[in-house]
């Protein structure tokens, strides 16, 4: 129509054409600009109301009434509430003050002189959020003030900020005080817990709660992977470990939900592989990855300066590219990576020894020991040089993949004498160190697995275990073949945690604080150890410890790779191997997440000893039992 138009009709055209496009086009691209602004702010977490399961404990329960009534699920909503001067509202009934029938059923906490009381709520299980308090009428009209206090644990709740606990408002606030509105709703709170205690400080002061809910922040996602065994412990603990790593799986992700609210990525690794088996593709792991990259320029090593950090950030890179087997998203990196691996090159000597400068660090247990620290580092080295070979190889870079495989030689030759030095201070197999070091060279096969296992790994079962390093203690484990020993170390261990109330791991355990030890859901009992306020050490003392730490998640990962039996081969899960190892377990079955969906497995031991399989994988993926 336009080029068979007439010129003066032509032109008209075109005049109306550059009269609107200039504010369409601005509209258009106003509207697109929100929609990419929405997108980049919106938060993927969503909340959930939680309402309490138990009423743990009362202080001044005679000025308590109806406490009971917080366990109902509420709505969130205040109802108008006990007590009503009807002169004010209502002329026909001349003046009277009358007490009515609630619309709702309210716990009311009354306070005198010699009373203050007060209440100890257990919503279930950890959660990370805050708390949400909806209140009554009472009669004054006037804020109330109440103390809130969060805790991982039963004591941890009950506990003071004072230094004598090691309770602390670090990185998140569980331990403040409140003024709660006449009739109406507040919500408060960003830590890590599962009870929470409610003081009212006022004095001759009424306060009427209709709800007290806690507020569950986290992602909305599908547990993809799953497991499951003749064994319900076993179960538990898997779960458990998904569970820990979920609730770290925040903006970023991070260590724990209460302390350490942080993306450490040296303890990133496990939680890593918990995401891959459980989750698949989950956004929070490359935007962890480069927040660390981004705000590490080099030569500066990651974490303000722990050097072995930057080589679990390579580890962690090259797990995460093997899993998804995303290219285009390891591209990105490319020259950080490249510049990374050229920057521990100079960090070995002429000798062949590591000598990473910057904080020198593997674990807490092992941090007093400088020859296991040097003796895992060394390992450390290896490991990384190795996945420098892998990097260069995809990005076609024959130089740095013949430099990595240099350094590598140079590092191993170096190794004996690092680890005879390492033997030569060693107290003992199970000494706090020890385990550390016997599992690194063991992965790396700078040991022989088996020897490390014997001599090590299985001695005295979980003595000598960290939740951190537990996961590459396990791992080791399974090099030398010992499947049998893991699972046993895996109930002994993390299955104590579960058995002393535990519904996510923990920052750090030691099987030897079990004798005499309350579990963390109840008030501890005269003459009974706190295993939360009086255990702990490092910069984890008593309630500062955290009870919801993703590095201790290792069991998840490591029963989906070796009992359920799935080994990635090939970039993308393109190529998978299945080898269970049912140790003594008659069954188990599973899912297994890759990118083109779930691979589902099922293994049964037969009376003759041998294990049937069934398969059934997307058409993607080549399987290989």
Not at 142 to 155: Q, T
Not at 460 to 477: C, D, H, R
């Amino acid at each position: 129509f336009f080029f068979q138009a007439e010129d003066g009709i032509r032109d008209k055209l075109v005049t109306g054409v550059q009269t609107c496009a200039l504010p369409i086009l601005t509209i258009i691209f106003s509207l697109l600009s929100a929609c990419v602004i929405y997108a980049q702010e919106r938060d993927p977490r969503v909340r959930t109301y939680i309402t309490p399961t138990r009423i743990v404990w009362q202080q001044d329960s005679d000025h308590i009434t109806n406490c009971n009534f917080l366990l109902n699920q509420g709505d969130g909503q205040a109802y108008w509430g006990a007590y009503y001067d009807y002169e004010s509202i209502n002329t026909g009934l001349q003046g009277k003050k009358e007490k009515m029938t609630k619309a709702a059923a309210y716990c009311q906490l009354s306070s005198t002189d010699g009373a203050r009381p007060a209440i100890l709520l257990d919503f279930g299980k950890e959660l990370h959020g805050g708390v949400q308090l909806v209140t009554g009428a009472w009669p004054s009209h006037k804020p109330v003030r109440i103390r809130l206090r969060y805790g991982e644990s039963a004591s941890e709740a009950m506990s003071d900020i004072d230094g004598k606990g090691g309770a602390t408002n670090d990185h998140a606030i569980r331990d403040q005080e409140l003024i709660l509105p006449w009739l109406g709703v507040y919500e408060t709170g960003n830590s890590g817990f599962r009870f929470v205690r409610i003081d009212l400080l006022d004095t001759d002061a009424i306060l009427e709660l209709k709800e007290v809910r806690a507020i569950s922040i986290m992602r909305d996602i599908p547990y993809r992977g799953s497991f499951k065994c003749n064994d319900e412990k076993l179960n538990t603990i898997w779960r458990t470990g998904a569970y820990t790593v979920h609730l770290n799986m925040q903006n970023h992700l991070w260590d724990g939900i209460k302390r350490d609210r942080l993306v450490w990525i040296g303890d990133s690794y496990p939680e890593v592989m918990t995401v891959n088996c459980v989750f698949g593709y989950n956004e929070v792991v490359p935007k962890s990855l480069d927040l660390m990259r981004d705000i590490t320029p080099l030569p500066h090593w990651m974490n303000a300066g722990f050097s072995s950090y930057s080589i679990w950030w390579l580890l962690c890179h090259y797990e995460w590219y093997r899993y998804h087997g995303n290219k285009a998203y390891l591209e990105q990196s490319r020259d950080y990576i490249i510049a990374l691996l050229r920057q521990l090159m100079t960090q070995i000597a002429p000798d062949g020894q590591e000598c990473l400068d910057g904080t020198r660090f593997l674990d807490w247990p092992s941090n007093s020991n400088k020859d296991a620290i040097a003796a895992g580092l060394q390992a450390l080295m290896v490991w990384g040089m190795r996945v420098g070979v892998e990097f260069a190889e995809l990005f076609k870079d024959r130089q740095l993949s013949n430099d990595c495989k240099a350094a590598e030689k140079k590092l191993v030759k170096a190794a004996s004498r690092v680890y005879k030095k390492f033997l030569a201070s060693c107290p003992a197999p199970d000494a706090p160190g020890s385990k550390q070091v016997a599992a690194l060279m063991a992965i790396t096969g700078l040991i022989d697995a088996p020897k490390a296992d014997k001599e090590f790994l299985s001695i005295n079962g979980a003595q000598g275990f960290s939740t951190f390093y537990g996961y590459y203690m396990l791992e080791a484990m399974a090099a030398a073949g010992n499947f049998q020993g893991a699972l046993d170390v895996i109930r002994e261990y993390w299955g104590a945690m579960i058995d002393l109330g535990a519904t996510s791991f923990w920052e750090d355990f030691d099987i030897n604080w079990i004798p005499n030890a309350a579990p963390i859901d109840e008030l501890v009992p005269e003459g009974k150890k706190d295993i939360h306020g009086d255990c702990g050490a490092y910069c984890y003392v008593g309630f500062r410890h955290s009870l919801c730490h993703g590095w201790a998640s290792g069991p998840t990962s490591w029963l989906s790779r070796h009992i359920l039996g799935v080994e990635v081969l090939e970039p993308g899960c393109r190529q998978v191997r299945i080898t269970p190892h049912l140790g003594d377990l008659q069954w188990v079955k599973g899912t297994f997440p890759t990118p083109y969906g779930e691979i589902q497995i099922y293994h049964e031991r037969q009376a003759n000893g041998n294990v049937i399989s069934e398969v059934k994988a997307p058409k993607e993926v080549s399987v290989i039992k």
